[in-house]
C-alpha cells in the first residue's frame, strides 16, 4: 500500500459547483474515506439540507435530530453534532437534515450571516485541540448563503466537473462567483483542484471536456478521472462510500488514486493559500 503523505497543515476544502449531480457528493464523501483510510484524520461537514453526504457517511441525519443546522444557528457546537463514520476510524461528520433549508432565509439578515459555520469551527477546532489533516465541506447546488458560509469557512476549493457536454458552462459563473467571495469575503480562499468525473473513456466528449479543463487550469486538474460506475452510484443505499462498498473496483480504485494527488498536492496548495497573504 502506498503511503500517503499528511499535510503540514489543516487543509480545508469546500466542494463547490452550483450545478447539481456533478459529483460533489459523491467526491467528497469518497474522498474523505480514502483519505481516512490511508490514515489521515478527516472531518467531512455536511452543508446540503439533502443530506446526501451523511447518508453515504452511514449517519443518521432524520429532520429534528441535531445536525449542522443547529451549529450554524448557534444552539450547539461541532463537538456535540459530530458523528463517527462507522467504516472508518478516522473519518467523522457533522450531519445535515432538511431543516437547514430553512436556514438561507432565517439567516438572511444577520449581518455575520456568512461567517456562522467559520466561527463554530473555529470555535470547535480551538476548544477540542483535536487535530484533524482535512475538513471537507460538501455544498449544496446553489450559490447561496449555506455556500456562502463554507467558502467562508474553506481556504480551499475543489471543483468537480462531469464530463459531459455542457460541463463548462457554469464553470466561469461559478469562478467569479469564488473570486467574489475572494474579495469580499474570505482573501485566503483558492480553486486548488479540479476533478473530473463520470468520465468515459470510450468517448471522444470525455477526453475533450479533459484536455479543455487541462488547457485551461493545467496546474490544478488532477491527472486521476473518475470513471463512470454503477458501484459508486449504488454504494449510498447501502450507507457506504465505494471505498467501503467495493473497495477494490474501478471507482474505489479511482477515487483513492484522486485522494493520493490531492495528498501530494497539499504543499502546493498551502503555498498558494500562503501566496494570498502576500499582498496584505
Ligand atoms: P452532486 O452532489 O453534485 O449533486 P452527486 O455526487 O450526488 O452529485 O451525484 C449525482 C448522481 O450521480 C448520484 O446519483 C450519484 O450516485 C451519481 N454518480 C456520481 N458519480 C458517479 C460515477 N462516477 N458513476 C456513476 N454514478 C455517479
Ligand atoms: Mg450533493
Same mark, same amino acid.
Given at each position: 500500500?502506498?503511503? /500517503?503523505?499528511?499535510?503540514? !497543515?489543516?487543509?480545508?476544502?469546500? $466542494? ?37 453526504? +451523511?447518508?453515504?457517511?452511514?449517519? #443518521? ?9 443547529? $451549529? ?22 457533522? #450531519? ?12 438572511? =439578515?444577520? #449581518?455575520? !450571516? ?5 466561527? &463554530? %469551527?473555529?470555535? /470547535? ?7 484533524? =489533516?482535512?475538513?471537507?465541506? =460538501?455544498?449544496?447546488? +446553489? ?11 474553506? !481556504? ?24 467574489? &467571495? @475572494? ?8 480553486? *486548488? ?10 468517448? %471522444? ?13 493545467? *496546474? ?7 470513471? !463512470? ?7 449510498? +443505499? /447501502?450507507? @457506504?462510500? $465505494?471505498?467501503?462498498?467495493? #473497495? ?5 480504485? &479511482? ?7 490531492? &495528498? ?6 498551502? @503555498? ?9
Amino acid at each position: 500500500e502506498t503511503v /500517503f503523505p499528511q499535510p503540514s !497543515r489543516t487543509r480545508f476544502i469546500a $466542494v463547490a459547483n452550483q450545478k447539481g449531480g456533478v459529483g460533489k457528493t459523491t467526491s467528497t464523501v469518497n474522498i474523505a474515506a480514502a483519505l481516512a483510510k490511508a490514515g489521515s484524520r478527516v472531518l467531512v461537514i455536511d452543508m446540503d439540507p439533502q443530506g446526501n453526504a +451523511s447518508t453515504a457517511l452511514g449517519v #443518521p441525519h432524520g429532520s429534528g435530530q441535531p445536525s449542522v443546522y443547529d $451549529v450554524i444557528e448557534g444552539r450547539k457546537g461541532i463537538a456535540e453534532i459530530k458523528l463517527p463514520c462507522p467504516d472508518f476510524e478516522t473519518l467523522e461528520v457533522v #450531519p445535515s437534515s432538511i431543516d437547514l433549508s430553512g436556514a438561507e432565509l432565517e439567516l438572511a =439578515d444577520l #449581518p455575520n !450571516r456568512n461567517y456562522l459555520l467559520r466561527s &463554530a %469551527l473555529h470555535a /470547535f477546532l480551538t476548544e477540542s485541540d483535536l487535530h484533524y =489533516d482535512y475538513v471537507f465541506f =460538501d455544498c449544496a447546488p +446553489s450559490l447561496g448563503l449555506l455556500v456562502l458560509n463554507a467558502l467562508c469557512a474553506a !481556504r480551499e476549493v475543489l471543483i468537480p466537473i462531469q464530463a459531459e457536454y455542457y460541463a463548462l458552462e457554469g464553470l466561469g459563473q461559478l469562478i467569479h462567483t469564488i473570486g467574489l &467571495a @475572494q474579495s469580499t469575503l474570505n482573501r485566503h480562499l483558492v480553486i *486548488s483542484t479540479i476533478l473530473v468525473t463520470m468520465y468515459d473513456r470510450r468517448t %471522444l466528449l470525455s477526453k475533450e471536456v479533459y484536455d479543455e479543463v487541462h488547457e485551461h487550469y493545467p *496546474s490544478i486538474v488532477l491527472e486521476t478521472t473518475i470513471p !463512470r460506475s454503477v458501484r459508486i452510484s449504488e454504494a449510498p +443505499s /447501502f450507507g @457506504q462510500t $465505494v471505498i467501503a462498498y467495493d #473497495p477494490h473496483g474501478a471507482g474505489a480504485v &479511482a477515487y483513492r488514486e484522486a485522494a493520493l494527488e490531492i &495528498a501530494q498536492h497539499s504543499e502546493q496548495a498551502l @503555498q498558494l493559500i500562503d501566496d494570498t497573504r502576500k499582498n496584505e
